[in-house]
């Protein structure tokens, strides 16, 4: 879909001038069912093939209609070719004079077409093979004046062919609407021409026609006929494939999307958007025009935001008015339905603000960037202060500024990525174009420190470092030292030199691109900057280097700027030996080498790839003996350090068992024991050490496709009782295939001990997974020992105080301790916005309580600054037992933490805004937890505070309660359980 015009001029209005195939005067052949409008403008080369993509379709009635936009290579003699080839199904026309766009080829085709339905297709492209008859079909079954189905873009130049669904979530069903209404998303979203199937008399009958000499007419377009249509039909089968070209070479031919650079480009499609509001305001319909303002704040400026630090001063001027013009227009309410970072640079943008817009686009690119100093006020974090007091605009720069939701007053320096902005570029001036020079460069920059997070007094070191770029791996790195390192404001200000000419050794073409960096020390604690440069220009200059194969290759770099803004460096061949060079690239020597390494970087590829890891796994490592005494554990696939396994391992080291333990991480090892062999999941080790085992131990599963040998033994301690409905209980696994099923029940018969701690385990659990009774083993939870201890502890005379991890997180003496404990939510996306207000919470309680919040693993939160030292984060906290042991109450939902819990004999507290839509419009639950909750059910923020005004009283009345929750739920769970595990499995290993 890329095709492009050369001047935008109107259409002729003279039908006379246009050249087309001669049509015969008799015997015209039947009216064909749909015309495929196929537009062409300099694309002989692949003009047939999107003509045969249409001759093949399974639908037979259909016929041609090529329009050439004034080609000047052989495109409309093509046309005519197949024309002539094809008599019957294809008719070729040209217009008299280039249009510049594809609105005025398309609008002739509609004009000639001859079917009863339409279609448009470029000449790039290709139709899927059953896209006709599938479309037709809908359109007659439904009567639809307009037929959409699923666009796949298709990335040609990939060495893989890459493909990505056009918005599929729009096509994951049939269904048919009566207004685009109700489903604005495919007005917002969907603005593409080319995947629809329209009625041709109801497009003539509407005068539905495309924008001639303006870009983005398929925008307009497709506005038009949505808003027009009277029923309307979304078909889930793929139609159209786009096929899209990665890098379209220079400038003359790019599409019209790669034309960024054009200032004439984003004013087009300023037009564009007006045209469709105006539209959108006269057909009654302004509710749609706020979901299409949310969708140009979110992708549609986006586009050209990212561009801003490429472009001159000059650009930005004229892109700011054209922007802030069309910004005034634009509904405020839409701003908070956009990801924070999209509405500020969209705000600053409207300020012309470019102190604050430039760090904010650098971020917009560079999602984990911290670019701003930013600024706390009020316990909330700014992304700048400047407007936040505006007498006028004030109370909406501070709801769009608002950057807390984002976490970075949470992240110590270590997690950061600071913006490094780089001030200065100086190469000798012997370095230029043809010159030797020296290989010197002096840079300066300033690195910024949000918040102040670098104190003042702090200890600063740093290093720059220049790194080849190599896919999978850094292979070759130089180190400088940075000169000067000083507080300079809301920055940190550096200097340094760097001889690369001396120092840096390209390996031939190899090492073609450099990479920049720079290591930034403060009290020891390092953090890693690339070097942002937002100004053009600022970095020029070809420098010296010394290869290491030979200088006829490459002796000289200069600088670049990559996609994401950094800077970085590429060889530069000298022009007399670069003809040499690619000779010698082209020629056979250059065949073998290029042929050699791709062998190489296929056959490294296959030997890192997953089939290749599981076939080691059975072939190789399944044929060496168990090793005896080899036990490997993992939690939550590899993500903590906690659970049953780990009270197990610490069990079996504390009674001194002789056995060799192996830990699986996902991450970073963050937390595991020193006395471990660690490895990452699904690397060769963990693949080698799974194999030889005589124990697996773990809470969920190891991965699906791996097969236990009989020699090793699986203890599955899984991570807790069941609410919500279970393994093939739920819905989703009673809709899988048979074949699904049976693969899935294979990988559950890997259990050969499974934990219960309770007989509700063996009614839900045990039955969702069909387990057999020989493999259930009721001794309860080793994790919730710990429970079982602390309460009887609890109630013994002599009672000890808090643990220690009250001190640790900082709460005071005469602070209740409340956990808030939630169940995992699947939201699109891993914030968790907490159900409540965190901050009333906070004024409402904080003299009283501190609340602990600990997300589900797969969850993630952020508390605001006003909050601090009252509502504490321990999400990071791998175990959660040591959590629950220091509560005074426990706050949840449906987690299963409330059956661990309940061991402690505590108050808790279940807030259940959800409830319905949980219990009813999820999995099901097993029981009604309104009936058998062990304290208060609320469904509002105003009765859990209720609930929560004492502690004592909730204890005393909801005592009978917990004690039946217990004996339902925990009957098994006696604080002896990984004494008796080992004692069954591991005693043989005990120290004689």
């Known amino acids: 879909m890329n095709v492009d015009r050369s001047s935008p001029e109107s259409e002729s209005e003279s039908e006379s001038e246009l050249e087309s195939e001669p049509e015969a005067s008799s015997a015209l052949p039947a009216p064909p069912a749909v015309s495929v409008v196929v537009i062409v403008y300099n694309d002989e080369a692949r003009l047939p093939t999107a003509v045969r993509s249409v001759l093949d379709q399974t639908l037979r009635s259909v016929e041609v209609v090529i329009v050439d936009d004034r080609s000047t290579d052989g495109s409309y003699d093509m046309a005519r070719a197949l024309a002539a080839e094809h008599p019957d199904r294809v008719r070729a026309h040209r217009l008299p004079e280039n249009s510049g766009g594809c609105g005025a080829p398309r609008n002739h085709g509609i004009r000639h077409a001859r079917g009863d339905y339409v279609l448009f297709l470029d000449s790039d492209d290709v139709l899927e093979r059953n896209a006709c008859r599938n479309m037709l079909e809908a359109a007659e079954t439904t009567g639809a004046d307009l037929v959409s189905g699923l666009c796949v873009r298709v990335h040609v130049d990939a060495r893989t062919a890459r493909e990505s669904k056009w918005y599929p979530w729009l096509y994951t069903r049939t269904r048919t609407l009566e207004s685009v209404s109700e489903l604005p998303d495919l007005l917002v979203y969907d603005t593409l021409s080319t995947n629809k199937c329209y009625r041709r008399d109801f497009l003539l009958e509407h005068g539905l026609e495309f924008p001639v000499g303006i870009h983005y007419e398929d925008l307009l377009f497709s506005a038009r006929a949505y808003v027009a249509a009277r029923r309307i039909t979304l078909i889930p089968n793929r139609v159209y494939d786009w096929n899209v070209v990665s890098n379209p070479g220079d400038s003359a031919t790019k599409s019209i999307s790669n034309r960024r650079a054009e200032i004439a480009n984003f004013a087009h499609r300023m037009e564009i958007h007006r045209r469709v509001d105006r539209l959108l305001v006269d057909q009654g319909l302004p509710h749609l025009k706020f979901h299409k303002d949310v969708k140009f704040l979110k992708h549609d400026l986006v586009l050209h935001l990212r561009d801003l630090p490429f472009r001159d001063a000059a650009y930005r001027r004229e892109f700011a008015a054209l922007a802030r013009e069309y910004l005034e227009s634009i509904d405020p309410a839409a701003y908070e339905e956009t990801e924070p970072i999209h509405a500020v640079c969209a705000y600053l943008l409207r300020r012309s603000d470019w102190a604050n817009l430039l760090p904010a686009v650098d971020t917009l690119t560079n999602r984990d960037k911290v670019s701003a100093p930013l600024a706390e006020r009020d316990g909330r974090i700014y992304w700048c202060a400047e407007h936040l007091d505006d007498p006028v605009d004030g109370e909406f720069a501070r709801r769009v500024l608002d950057v807390t939701a984002l976490g970075y007053h949470t992240k110590p320096i270590e997690r950061m990525f600071l913006r490094n902005e780089l001030t200065r570029y100086q190469a000798p001036a012997g370095a230029g174009a043809g010159g030797r020079g020296s290989g010197t460069v002096h840079l300066a920059g300033r690195i910024n ?137 082209h020629g056979a020597p250059g065949r073998l080498a290029k042929s050699g ?137 009673k809709l899988k295939s048979r074949a699904e099923q049976t693969e899935q029940q294979r990988t ?179 029981f009604d937890l309104l009936e058998r909750a062990p304290g208060p059910v609320v469904r509002t923020e105003d009765d859990l505070y209720a609930a929560l005004g004492s502690l004592e009283r909730q204890s005393v009345k909801y005592s009978g309660a917990r004690a039946r929750f217990v004996a339902d739920f925990g009957e098994y769970d006696k604080g002896h359980a990984a004494q008796s595990i080992v004692d069954q499995f591991f005693a043989q290993w005990r120290r004689v």
Request: aromatic share 10%; with cysteine.
């Open 748 to 926: 559950l018969d890997r259990f050969d001990r499974f934990l219960v701690r309770s007989e509700h385990d063996v009614r839900t659990l045990a039955r969702a997974f069909r387990l057999q009774e020989k493999t259930l083993l009721r001794v309860g939870y080793p994790r919730n020992d710990a429970l079982v201890r602390a309460r009887e502890a609890a109630a013994s005379p002599g009672a000890v105080g808090r643990p220690p991890l009250a001190a640790e997180l900082g709460i005071p003496e005469d602070r209740r301790i409340l956990l808030y404990a939630p169940t995992f939510r699947q939201a699109g996306q891993r914030r968790f916005e907490l159900p409540f207000d965190v901050e009333r919470f906070a004024d409402t309680f904080g003299d009283r309580y501190a609340l602990l919040v600990r997300s589900h693993y797969l969850n993630h939160v952020v508390l605001p600054p006003s909050v601090r030292g009252r509502v504490i984060d321990v999400s990071a906290h791998h175990d959660v037992t040591p959590l629950l042991t220091l509560a005074d109450g426990l706050i949840t939902d449906y987690s299963s933490v409330m059956f661990d819990y309940a061991l402690l004999d505590r108050p808790m507290f279940f807030f259940a805004y959800d409830y319905e839509e949980y219990v009813h419009e999820g999995r099901g639950t097993y």
């Open 597 to 733: 390494y791709r062998r190489a970087r296929s056959v490294r590829k296959t030997l890192a790839s997953g089939n290749t890891k599981i076939r080691l796994y059975h072939e190789v490592f399944s044929r060496l003996p168990v090793k005896k005494g080899l036990v490997v554990f993992e939690s939550h696939l590899g993500r903590q350090y906690s659970d049953s396994p780990r009270a197990l391992y610490e069990e079996m080291r504390r009674q001194g068992l002789q056995f060799e333990a192996v830990w699986a991480y996902a991450d970073k090892p963050k937390g595991f024991p020193e006395d471990a062999v660690l490895v990452r999941r699904w690397s060769l080790p963990y693949l080698q050490a799974l194999a030889r085992a005589e124990f697996w131990i773990d809470n969920q599963s190891y991965p699906l496709k791996l097969t236990k040998r009989p020699e090793t033994t699986y203890i599955q301690t899984w991570h807790g009782s069941a609410l919500k409905r279970m393994g093939f209980d739920a819905s989703e696994w």
């Open 449 to 585: 420190n949000p918040l102040g997070v670098i104190a003042p007094q702090a200890r600063l070191a740093g290093e720059l470092e220049f790194g080849a770029r190599r896919k999978g791996v850094r292979f070759q790195t130089f180190r400088f030292p940075v000169d000067t390192l000083r507080h300079d404001g809301e920055a940190i200000a550096w200097e340094a030199t760097a001889d690369l000419g001396r120092v840096l050794r390209p390996v031939g073409i190899v090492d073609a691109v450099w990479d920049v960096r720079l290591h930034l020390e403060a009290d020891g604690v390092r953090t890693t900057t690339r070097l942002t440069a937002s100004e053009p220009g600022l970095a020029t200059g070809l420098l010296p280097v010394r290869p290491r194969l030979t200088r006829l290759v490459a002796d000289r770099i200069e600088p670049q700027i990559s996609s994401r803004g950094h800077l970085c460096f590429r060889l530069v061949p000298d022009k007399k030996a670069n003809a040499l060079v690619l000779r010698g690239i």
